[in-house]
């Protein structure tokens, strides 16, 4: 949507060519690439209400870590300027509210900035926002500082940052939708207007002497997945979501075949390949088309052992979720992972089977096994697994002996909102005192995080 002083029409922006392509999931062709090509694919943020730290991987979303640290830019820095200002339209942002946060939690908005205040100030307010977990009020400020007039248009790598915090702060607080229809502003990323091409002003006679180089998207590339994610949601089309993947999948098969490409550029644009194929994994899984997810994830199958136990677990996940256990018992049968993993999977499948007694005694093996920091989710989804086998008083005692002990993560609070729903009249009271109890732990801990009521079911 360009706002009225916007001197470019962004709905007059050329598209590139659609490229014909076999897809981000074939091998990397260039056999120098032989020794990178199975990178550690990125970890998702875990988004299951009962789900272990195995059922992260099978479904990343983007996030602040988009939740997802952002892919390192490479190439030539941006030749031409952009300019953005379509893009600081007051009408592109949703107003946020926070009739949402419980009362506790709700903490004032901060105000927008000022023509005297200046933008590294603002970005000290948002990264002090971020690191206490206060994903709504981030949210607020980050539209706020670019609609104020302090961003500069043509201070791409601002906007691109503002417009990361923003997208990922939303779906972060409970508000994708909203995130969807705001990065539809952002219009069609695969146009001319969001490459720098580098042989522009090449004169003919150097299209002998120096080989032909691919055209720079100027956009963040971790940025990028997100937005067009958000855009497939926003325009209630997944397919789209799924083909301009795989376009952004031919470009960097492009990039990994130039010359021009550095080693360093292609061990990166190698990676950015097999991430790109778990987004189309992903996106699959969103659409519903779980068959055509498990073949995907089976043509990126890592050659070495490294990488393998993580590809595997996901698959196991993916077959899990399809029905089909008994692909999904040969592949932890024909696998191999650590011990704790093991007895993760293991627990996940017995749950899936309907052995929730032997799931119990998986988990509670795995409890006396785990790494600390790991200790409160086994602890979490042993609980699931007593609820199952129908033993609601210990699976609730267990929950609340987390939170005793100053534990508040979202699927532990759901859960525990769950047994309460389950167990008593008065669910409502029993949830406004888990709420008052967190926040007291909070203060007394010097801790902050933010929660919306869906964090207690509310």
């Not at 506790?104 to 690191?131: G, H, I, M, Y």
């Not at 997944?238 to 550029?265: K, N």
């Not at 399809?322 to 993993?341: C, I, Y």
């Not at 799931?359 to 007593?386: F, G, I």
């Amino acid at each position: 949507m360009a706002s009225a002083h916007h001197s470019r029409k962004p709905s007059g922006r050329a598209s590139l060519p659609r490229r014909t392509t076999k897809g981000p999931l074939d091998a990397v062709d260039d056999p120098s690439l032989a020794s990178s090509r199975h990178s550690p694919l990125p970890q998702p943020p875990q988004d299951e209400a009962s789900g272990s730290t195995a059922q992260q991987s099978a479904n990343p979303q983007p996030s602040i870590q988009h939740a997802q640290q952002p892919s390192v830019q490479v190439g030539e820095p941006i030749k031409e300027e952009r300019e953005l200002s379509f893009l600081f339209d007051t009408s592109i942002y949703h107003p946020l509210s926070q009739l949402e946060v419980p009362g506790p939690f709700r903490k004032p908005f901060l105000p927008p900035p000022t023509n005297e205040t200046s933008v590294a100030r603002s970005l000290e307010q948002l990264d002090a926002l971020l690191s206490q977990c206060e994903f709504l009020r981030a949210a607020h400020l980050a539209g706020s500082i670019l609609t104020s007039g302090t961003v500069r248009p043509t201070d791409s790598k601002t906007v691109f940052r503002l417009l990361a915090v923003r997208y990922s702060c939303l779906e972060l607080s409970g508000n994708l939708l909203l995130a969807a229809q705001e990065a539809k502003a952002l219009e069609d990323l695969s146009s001319a207007f969001y490459y720098d091409d580098p042989n522009v002003d090449k004169a003919e006679d150097d299209e002998v002497l120096q080989p032909h180089r691919v055209p720079h998207h100027i956009m963040p590339f971790s940025l990028r997945l997100q937005a067009l994610r958000l855009q497939s949601i926003g325009f209630s089309d997944p397919r789209r979501g799924v083909s301009t993947l795989y376009d952004t999948a031919f470009e960097c098969r492009e990039h990994l075949s130039t010359p021009s490409t550095t080693p360093e550029q292609r061990v990166l644009w190698t990676e950015r390949l097999h991430e790109v194929s778990i987004w189309v994994v992903n996106a699959l899984i969103e659409m519903g088309d779980l068959d055509c997810a498990a073949r995907t994830l089976e043509t990126i199958k890592p050659g070495n052992s490294e990488h393998r136990a993580l590809w595997t677990s996901r698959m196991i996940l993916v077959r899990i979720k399809m029905g089909d256990m008994a692909k999904a018992h040969k592949l932890m049968k024909d696998s191999e992972f650590t011990p704790e993993d093991k007895l993760a999977l293991e627990s996940l499948l017995a749950v899936a089977d309907g052995r929730y007694k032997e799931a119990s005694e998986a988990l509670s093996k795995s409890e006396a096994k785990a790494d600390p920091s790991m200790t409160a989710l086994v602890k979490q989804n042993l609980a699931v697994a007593y609820l199952y086998q129908g033993e609601v008083p210990k699976a609730k005692s267990l929950l609340e002996e987390l939170i005793n002990d100053g534990h508040s993560f979202q699927t532990l609070t759901i859960n525990l909102a769950t047994i309460y729903d389950l167990t008593s009249d008065r669910s409502r009271d029993l949830k406004m005192s888990m709420i008052s109890q967190i926040a007291g732990l909070q203060k007394d801990q010097g801790q902050s995080r933010a929660f919306v009521n869906a964090d207690f079911k509310m």
